[in-house]
């Protein structure tokens, strides 16, 4: 690391809704960034190189990481999906990426794991990161699959890992289930700016919610990362609580994942 900044730092991803917005945020973090997707990203800018790249390529994969310091990982399919499209980028995908990282020697990965592994719990109940995951989907599944292929990672290479389980990360919380769970954009961008410079992470679980008034989550056993945010959801909540609640037994006023906990089967799926 030079002048404070990483070397080149690689965001996959980086055409998603999020990876656009990270485009932008983490260049300040480094030196150079590396963009990956599968889609077209344009042009790169100054400081910016693209390699598109499928996750589900292992040599592609391999390919990308190589020369890379760190790694913000925002890859893969980001909803709910049949099994067989979950399994190429998340799953595959997330074990050709540590892999990659083993043999280039990257000594940290931060991984956009999600809300939806503890997605089955009700609301109300107050979870921390020793909390048992209770997936809510094949999408919440992969991203559990995730986090214990970071663990695994960090104890048997040293390679280390922050675990974001990103809550509702948009532009402004929209329904009343993200007043708990909305992380703003300028403090997904602090929290992974934490989460690539802390040193002595080993391999740390966090919950990505901003300081919102009302939360289900404890960063306790996160608080090393020095993570403060700045962005409540709470001026927002006069707006959403105007509006017609939905029913009571709707999975989005019942569950911590919301409308996930009620998508599919997939039998029918194009």
């Given at each position: 690391?030079?002048?404070?900044?990483?070397?080149?730092?690689?965001?996959?991803?980086?055409?998603?809704?999020?990876?656009?917005?990270?485009?932008?945020?983490?260049?300040?973090?480094?030196?150079?960034?590396?963009?990956?997707?599968?889609?077209?990203?344009?042009?790169?800018?100054?400081?910016?190189?693209?390699?598109?790249?499928?996750?589900?390529?292992?040599?592609?994969?391999?390919?990308?990481?190589?020369?890379?310091?760190?790694?913000?990982?925002?890859?893969?399919?980001?909803?709910?999906?049949?099994?067989?499209?979950?399994?190429?980028?998340?799953?595959?995908?997330?074990?050709?990426?540590?892999?990659?990282?083993?043999?280039?020697?990257?000594?940290?990965?931060?991984?956009?794991?999600?809300?939806?592994?503890?997605?089955?719990?009700?609301?109300?109940?107050?979870?921390d990161a020793h909390s048992p995951?209770?997936?809510?989907?094949?999408?919440?599944?992969?991203?559990?699959?995730?986090?214990?292929?970071?663990?695994?990672?960090?104890?048997?290479?040293?390679?280390?890992?922050?675990?974001?389980?990103?809550?509702?990360?948009?532009?402004?919380?929209?329904?009343?289930?993200?007043?708990?769970?909305?992380?703003?954009?300028?403090?997904?961008?602090?929290?992974?700016?934490?989460?690539?410079?802390?040193?002595?992470?080993?391999?740390?679980?966090?919950?990505?919610?901003?300081?919102?008034?009302?939360?289900?989550?404890?960063?306790?056993?996160?608080?090393?990362?020095?993570?403060?945010?700045?962005?409540?959801?709470?001026?927002?909540?006069?707006?959403?609580?105007?509006?017609?609640?939905?029913?009571?037994?709707?999975?989005?006023?019942?569950?911590?994942?919301?409308?996930?906990?009620?998508?599919?089967?997939?039998?029918?799926?194009?």
């Amino acid at each position: 690391m030079e002048d404070g900044r990483i070397g080149r730092l690689l965001l996959t991803g980086a055409a998603g809704g999020l990876g656009r917005v990270l485009r932008d945020t983490l260049k300040p973090m480094t030196q150079v960034l590396r963009l990956s997707d599968v889609q077209t990203l344009g042009a790169p800018q100054p400081g910016e190189e693209i390699q598109l790249c499928d996750l589900a390529d292992k040599q592609a994969v391999d390919r990308l990481v190589q020369g890379c310091d760190a790694v913000v990982h925002m890859g893969g399919v980001s909803v709910e999906r049949p099994f067989e499209e979950i399994l190429e980028a998340n799953i595959k995908g997330i074990f050709h990426l540590y892999e990659a990282a083993r043999r280039h020697q990257v000594r940290r990965v931060v991984f956009a794991s999600s809300n939806h592994t503890i997605g089955f719990y009700r609301q109300g109940e107050r979870l921390d990161a020793h909390s048992p995951t209770r997936p809510d989907g094949y999408y919440g599944l992969s991203k559990v699959y995730g986090e214990q292929m970071a663990s695994f990672y960090y104890d048997r290479y040293g390679i280390e890992t922050v675990s974001i389980r990103i809550g509702t990360a948009v532009a402004e919380p929209g329904d009343r289930r993200a007043l708990h769970t909305w992380l703003s954009f300028g403090d997904l961008t602090e929290l992974i700016r934490r989460s690539l410079l802390t040193p002595g992470v080993g391999h740390t679980v966090v919950y990505g919610m901003s300081d919102n008034r009302d939360v289900w989550w404890d960063n306790r056993l996160a608080a090393h990362l020095g993570y403060v945010p700045a962005d409540s959801s709470e001026p927002f909540r006069s707006v959403i609580e105007a509006r017609p609640a939905p029913a009571k037994d709707d999975p989005i006023m019942v569950y911590q994942g919301g409308v996930f906990t009620a998508r599919g089967p997939f039998e029918d799926a194009d």
